[in-house]
């Protein structure tokens, strides 16, 4: 069964929803707003920190380029390194001990190198490998991963990125020990144009990881560090391989902030690109460390709204209240008044629209009940009249058969003129006595009509000629009784009558674009425009009532049955010429069964 809500429990709920959802939409789009600069904030703040720790770790790399140029800043230690490369002859003992003593040497200045190596070029002599760790044997420059590259080109430097150190097998951290290389191109002491060798040095990541362990101090993102195949160089923590393809599938250059999808929780990912390595440095942030910074100010417009909503609900119920208190007071009236007591009051009916609406309902229940006294009293004057008006019915019926009985006399004596005429009047008596609906069909006011011009034209001998022309698909229609006829007895008293010579009347009926229309017209004496214009202004009253007495009624009553069963825009239309003759149009609905005629009849009775 369907709920039905009073008047009072919607208009409560007409203010908790005015209140409650601006305020909800309010607070979350505060929220979501605040959500979004926080995380726009900590995206910015993400990328700053890769950007700056990018900066860093290509400084150091830089100061790391800066210490393979060594060899440079000791001519004798070139000499050494260069010296019987062209002859052949092989380094003696102590040029062997030296280089080692100057190796040892650079590599104290800095902790995190672990092993210095020198390779001579070959197809330059001997071939000779000075290193201060173990090498394996049978190793030769041709085994190093870079050096085809490396040899191929110009450059005078060259990078290795994250590898395992090919003279030494330690293991660190229960891992093998992982090393970056940088490879200087060392040239001839005489020339700059011949290679001689090739210096490498081999770097630890204890200075990245100092790096890198001051921007992972915060435990709400982490940093890490991959290389060009985007194999891992440097992490605190392991990688998440999801994390790891997402950023292997970025584009080249693309190292604004992103969110991501990690583990089913959105994350920010920020990169950003080291130098000549080909290293690249990557933070991720969680969305969720963010938004559970801003937990307190959601919990707290959380709370203001539950007070909000509590206070809406309070002030809405008592001014719904308020407010319906009188409506129920006039409802109580109206039952009062369905059980026929119209002696209602009211005591200091509240001053706006519902007091109003109350005193207005008062003083219609008194006027009601001094309605149903008059129309009691009416409705009792109705019934002597309709008494009065059967006893008058004696005079018509009379006439009848007195009419019947003349014409049995006209027949013995062979009258035939006589017998029509009479036969005519008789069957209009009989149709004005016969009772039943306000409406007839064409068919019916066209022999009405035939009887009635039979006696007008008996009556004046043939001096009018007269024409009548119903369409045949409208004799079925309906229009009101007695309708034309009056029209045709004024075209013949008004009109014809007084006029010389022989006269003409036309009646159409035909149907026209969405109506019946009627047409009489003669060519009689017309009417003075005064005279018309009166007529127009009679029929043209905004509500007319049948009248009694005075010229011209029978046009006037017309008009007024057509406005009262039809209103506009169906009327009479009139237009006539001193001399001429006269025009009169009725413009009707075309009714085509009695459902309609039904219609029309209730409409008349309650006008």
Not at 515 to 523: G, H, M, R
């Amino acid at each position: 069964m369907k709920k039905i809500w009073t008047f009072k429990q919607k208009l409560v709920l007409t203010y908790v929803i005015f209140i409650v959802l601006p305020m909800s939409v309010l607070g979350l789009g505060a929220y979501r707003l605040y959500s979004q600069a926080m995380e726009k904030k900590v995206s910015d703040f993400v990328q700053q920190v890769a950007v700056s720790t990018s900066s860093n770790i290509e400084m150091y790399i830089r100061e790391l380029e800066q210490f393979t140029l060594m060899p440079y800043y000791n001519r004798e230690l070139q000499d050494m390194l260069t010296a019987g490369v062209a002859t052949g002859e092989s380094p003696d003992a102590d040029i062997k001990l030296t280089l080692e003593k100057n190796f040892s040497f650079w590599q104290s200045q800095r902790g995190s190198i672990e092993n210095i190596t020198y390779f001579s070029k070959p197809g330059e002599g001997a071939r000779r490998i000075y290193s201060l760790s173990y090498l394996l044997p049978g190793l030769s420059i041709e085994q190093m991963p870079w050096y085809k590259t490396f040899d191929n080109s110009d450059a005078l430097l060259a990078t290795l990125s994250l590898h395992r150190p090919e003279a030494s097998q330690l293991v660190q951290n229960g891992e093998p020990l992982q090393v970056f290389s940088l490879i200087r191109r060392i040239y001839y002491t005489s020339t700059i144009l011949n290679t001689a060798g090739y210096f490498q040095v081999d770097f630890t990541l204890e200075d990245i990881e100092r790096i890198m362990s001051r921007v992972n101090s915060e435990k709400n993102g982490s940093f890490f560090v991959i290389d060009a195949d985007k194999q891992v160089v440097y992490a605190d923590d392991p990688v998440n391989p999801e994390l790891l393809t997402s950023v292997t599938g970025l584009e080249a250059g693309a190292d604004g902030p992103r969110i991501i999808d990690l583990d089913k929780r959105k994350t920010i990912v920020v990169q950003h690109p080291v130098g000549k390595m080909g290293w690249t440095v990557v933070g991720y942030v969680p969305v969720s460390r963010i938004v559970s910074g801003i937990a307190s100010v959601r919990n707290s417009m959380l709370l203001i709204g539950i007070v909000c909503i509590a206070i809406a609900l309070a002030v809405s119920t008592g001014i719904s209240y308020s407010m319906t208190k009188p409506i129920y007071r006039l409802i109580s009236l109206i039952k009062r008044v369905e059980r026929e007591d119209f002696q209602i009051d009211y005591d200091n009916p509240p001053r706006n629209e519902l007091g109003q609406l109350i005193r207005s309902f008062i003083r219609m229940s008194r006027r009601l009940d001094e309605t149903i006294r008059h129309l009691y009293q009416a409705e009792i004057v109705r019934k002597e009249s309709e008494l009065q008006a059967l006893r008058s019915q004696i005079n018509p019926h009379f006439l009848f058969n007195t009419l019947e009985t003349i014409k049995m006399r006209a027949e013995l004596d062979e009258a035939d003129d006589t017998v029509d005429m009479i036969t005519a009047l008789g069957k209009l008596v009989r149709s004005s006595l016969q009772s039943g609906s306000d409406f007839i069909s064409l068919q019916e006011e066209k022999d009405y009509l035939m009887n009635y011009l039979l006696i007008q034209e008996n009556r004046y001998g043939g001096r009018f000629d007269i024409s009548v022309r119903v369409e045949e698909a409208l004799l079925s229609h309906y229009i009101p009784r007695l309708l034309v006829q009056p029209l045709i007895e004024n075209a013949f008293y008004h009109g014809l009558e007084m006029n010389q010579g022989k006269g003409r009347l036309t009646v159409e009926i035909t149907a026209g674009p969405g109506a019946l229309k009627v047409l009489v017209a003669d060519d009689g004496l017309g009417m003075p425009l005064d005279r018309l214009l009166e007529l127009r202004r009679l029929i043209g009253m905004e509500t007319l009532r049948p009248q009694q007495g005075g010229g011209s009624i029978g046009l006037v009553n017309v008009a007024a049955r057509i406005q009262l069963y039809f209103g506009p825009p169906y009327a009479m239309n009139i237009d006539s010429r001193p001399g001429q003759g006269t025009e009169v149009t009725l413009l009707l609905p075309l009714i085509a069964n009695e459902s309609e005629v039904e219609r029309y009849v209730s409409r008349y009775h309650r006008g």
